[in-house]
């Protein structure tokens, strides 16, 4: 079991920068990979990052390459996000997820969301 809280979502100016933590309890978090989803409103819920479980290798939407960063800290049961360069379309709720990979694609779980963090870019 996995539990997930989020956290350092906030207001920015177009072209700065935020880093958002997730948080997981539980002994198997080293066991999943994890991915960041987001959800804008009105908009249905997208990937935008994922890293496996040891942290080698990483997956990012198109739309975020170059600008964000996925990694982790076992020791620390946490996966971060940092995002550079943010634009007015970042804006969204961010989750966390503990899930799964299938060769290069990250599968999210169903059962292991966090409760989301606000990440508003103002123009």
């Known amino acids: 079991q996995v539990q997930l809280v989020e956290s350092g979502g906030g207001l920015v100016q177009a072209g700065g920068s935020l880093r958002l933590s997730c948080a997981a309890s539980?002994?198997?978090?080293?066991?999943?990979?994890m991915g960041w989803f987001r959800q804008a409103p009105g908009k249905e819920r997208e990937f935008v990052a994922a890293v496996t479980w040891s942290g080698g290798s990483t997956h990012y939407a198109d739309f975020v390459k170059g600008r964000f960063t996925i990694s982790r800290d076992n020791a620390k049961n946490t996966v971060y996000l940092q995002m550079n360069s943010l634009k007015p379309e970042d804006t969204a709720v961010y989750y966390c997820n503990a899930g799964g990979y299938s060769g290069s694609y990250y599968y999210p779980s169903n059962d292991y969301w966090g409760q989301g963090t606000q990440v508003t870019v103002s123009s």
């Open positions: 539980g002994r198997t978090f080293g066991a999943y990979a």
